[in-house]
């Protein structure tokens, strides 16, 4: 029922391969509330096209939408979010409607408010960015690949305080309820 996202603290970096200098590549982590089944994904940069972008590509992982999305705060997704009133981008309230999803921004400074996905960055800081520091990756279609292979493994493990792992959860207990993807992904459309 509930996608909650955000971008990890920690960046892993990308080497241009012609002058050596580092790129920083920012790590987007969408994870489903009930399995704990996440989507990771890097990106050059934290812009609203890769937001959205990161989001289109994670329905697409799993195969279906959430009736809700939670994200932080942030200016790429929530321009304004007080108790009285809460005011989404435009572009990101499109891409909600788009996929019949509702946003529900997380209150500020309540990191409680999604703690599957705080808690998968924590996990994923370690699982995959961790694991992959001392890798060398010259684009971002190497880093991707690299990341997808480690959340395979991360998918795999099986609970430790319960029967399964979280993609046999995810396949027999969350994935039927999604809601089915659009006939078309969302396209991206610039406001001017």
Same mark, same amino acid.
């Given at each position: 029922?509930? @996608?909650?996202?955000?971008?990890?603290?920690?960046? @892993?970096?990308?080497?241009?391969? @012609?002058?050596?200098? =580092?790129?920083?590549? &920012?790590?987007? =982590?969408?994870?489903?509330? &009930?399995?704990?089944?996440?989507?990771?994904?890097?990106?050059?940069?934290?812009?609203? /096209?890769?937001?959205?972008?990161?989001?289109?590509?994670? &329905?697409?992982?799993?195969?279906?939408?959430?009736?809700?999305?939670?994200?932080?705060?942030? +200016?790429?997704?929530?321009?304004?979010?007080? +108790?009285?009133?809460?005011?989404?981008?435009?572009?990101?309230?499109?891409?909600?409607?788009?996929?019949?999803?509702?946003? $529900?921004?997380?209150? =500020?400074?309540?990191?409680?408010?999604?703690?599957?996905?705080?808690?998968? =960055?924590?996990?994923?800081?370690?699982?995959?960015?961790?694991? $992959?520091?001392?890798?060398?990756?010259?684009?971002?279609? /190497?880093?991707?690949?690299?990341?997808?292979? +480690?959340?395979? /493994?991360?998918?795999?493990?099986?609970?430790?305080?319960?029967?399964?792992?979280?993609?046999?959860?995810?396949?027999?207990?969350?994935?039927?309820?999604?809601?089915?993807?659009?006939?078309?992904?969302?396209?991206?459309?610039?406001? +001017?």
């Amino acid at each position: 029922e509930q @996608m909650e996202v955000d971008w990890a603290g920690a960046t @892993m970096e990308i080497a241009d391969n @012609m002058t050596g200098e =580092v790129i920083p590549a &920012y790590i987007f =982590v969408a994870a489903l509330s &009930y399995s704990g089944y996440a989507y990771v994904e890097a990106f050059l940069s934290r812009n609203q /096209e890769n937001w959205i972008a990161a989001h289109v590509n994670a &329905y697409r992982f799993f195969s279906g939408a959430t009736r809700i999305l939670v994200p932080d705060n942030l +200016k790429t997704g929530v321009l304004k979010n007080t +108790k009285a009133e809460v005011v989404l981008n435009r572009t990101y309230q499109e891409m909600a409607e788009h996929y019949g999803t509702a946003v $529900l921004p997380a209150r =500020v400074r309540k990191p409680k408010d999604k703690p599957s996905v705080e808690g998968a =960055v924590g996990v994923i800081s370690t699982w995959i960015i961790a694991a $992959l520091r001392n890798w060398k990756f010259f684009t971002l279609q /190497e880093l991707n690949e690299a990341i997808r292979g +480690k959340l395979e /493994e991360f998918h795999k493990k099986p609970f430790q305080k319960k029967e399964g792992c979280r993609l046999s959860v995810f396949l027999t207990e969350e994935r039927p309820l999604l809601l089915p993807l659009p006939s078309r992904e969302f396209e991206l459309a610039q406001w +001017k």
